[in-house]
């Protein structure tokens, strides 16, 4: 593979930062989600210096539809869930960023958000 990048989801102090880092180390690219914003900016700099790490907050403001979601919500239109498949479209967008465009912090809502 000639540019092989690596998604680390759930990315805490313990397993997902043990695989990035061993990632890095291989020659990946890594990208990273967390739920702290802290945790990945430290991860990051711990690694940048192995290799050029592009690391990404992607924050997910939404109901994730399932099954069991679907439940809970049983009355709620489409457009107010978010797609799985969306979700990691997005993420595969943030991990093969041009370098000269790199996004940090990362949003997604779906479509029926009132702001």
Known sequence: MANPVVVVTGVG????AAIARRFSR???????????R????????????????????VMIDAVIDLEWTR???PNAPDEFFIKPAAIAEEVWHVAH???????FNVELRPFRETW
């Open 71 to 73: 439940q809970m919500f």
């Open 13 to 16: 102090p313990g397993t997902g």
């Open 97 to 103: 960023q041009d370098r000269s465009a790199w996004s």
């Open 26 to 36: 291989g020659g990946y690219a890594v990208a990273m989600l967390a739920r702290s």
């Open 38 to 57: 802290a945790r990945l900016i430290a991860l990051e700099r711990e690694i940048e210096s192995a290799r050029a790490v592009h690391v990404a907050y």
